[in-house]
């Protein structure tokens, strides 16, 4: 009988025995390729998907942080500004007999403090916190008169209209254009036809206001005021701030981050048509100038939270105001014009992706005015 290992294997079954050296080499070449070519896509889908989301998280951090400035800017002046002669008065007040530290130092819807070297600006706006009437009213004979001693005319003010004063409200004599206006408190629930002010009390110190009113003084009501800033952190947030009349306390709130600047123009009438002819952050200096100011444009630079390993922004981002007024610090841009915004705050600002929001509030209680005169030849449209 023969033996079954003196016959050699089929070829089919030596095939089905295994696999070679060079062919298990190959198929660890191939799947290693396979294997770089799938990270390799991962990556760049997942970095693609991070750029993305950072983007889109710098479109909600503007929006929102131009939302929150564009709806405070629209109460700016209620109630203080419904008389165009209180204006850009000097404020002054006393408290237990001393000078208030963080009272605004003008009586205006918004004032702009610019930033040092193109850096943020700080917006401030004005507006008083009586929710129901606030409204301007005249003082009346008997004239108010700090000095007098032989009647009251030293604690009750004679008014024209007591409507929406309560006791407690702060309120400001404005004695005229580009002159000072002086905070008093309310000393208890006024009856019709007068205010009064005790020397009581912590806001009303002897003898303060310390003018004897005359013909054309009135009162503004500022309830406890709304005083609120708006500013860019260090590291890059934006702030809003709240200081308190009543208790010369500041709170701070930071609302947005990754907001790398904030910029702020004032919109102003020059030549009386009604319509806003240039814009610039030149505080106004008199009654006059404050008359002029009919809004406010601000921008805001908002930037993605993602570093981006290559750089992604060549130059600094470009803030377009248009060719229909006078931009202060503007520069031509194509057919348009275009104010640089201040990006580079930090070494890689270049490895950012950089969004501008912009918005042009009109400031409607400016406009409302009781004494608002409207241009003799109204613009063309």
Known sequence: MTSAA??????ARRRAAGFTLIELMVGMVVGLLVTLVIANVLATAEGQKRSSTSGADAQVNGGLAIYALQR?????????????????????????GAGVAGLPPTLAPVLITPGANGGPDTVRILASSKGGFAVPTKVVAPMYDPNDTASDKATRIAVASSLGVDSGDLMVMVYGADKDCQVFEVSTAPTTGQVERQNTGSWNANKFPDQAATDGVFLVNLGTLIDTSFSVTADYKLRQSQFSLATQTTTSQDLQSNIVTLR???????DGDDVVDAYDAVAPVSNADWLQVRAVRIAVLARSAQYEKEEVTSGLPQWDVGTAATVAG?????????????????????HYRYKVFDVLVPLRNQLWRSDFNRAATPPTP
Do not use: E
């Not at 702020?264 to 020059?270: F, M, P, S, T, V």
């Open 72 to 96: 405070q800017l629209k109460m700016a002046g209620y109630g203080i500004t419904m008389q165009g002669t209180a204006l850009g008065c000097s404020l002054s007040a006393r408290f237990n």
């Open 6 to 11: 003196s016959h050699p294997l089929p070829k």
């Open 264 to 270: 702020a123009l004032y919109g102003k009438d020059k």
């Open 330 to 350: 503007s520069a031509a841009c194509g057919d348009s014009r275009c104010i640089a915004l201040k990006a580079d705050v930090s070494t890689d600002w270049k």
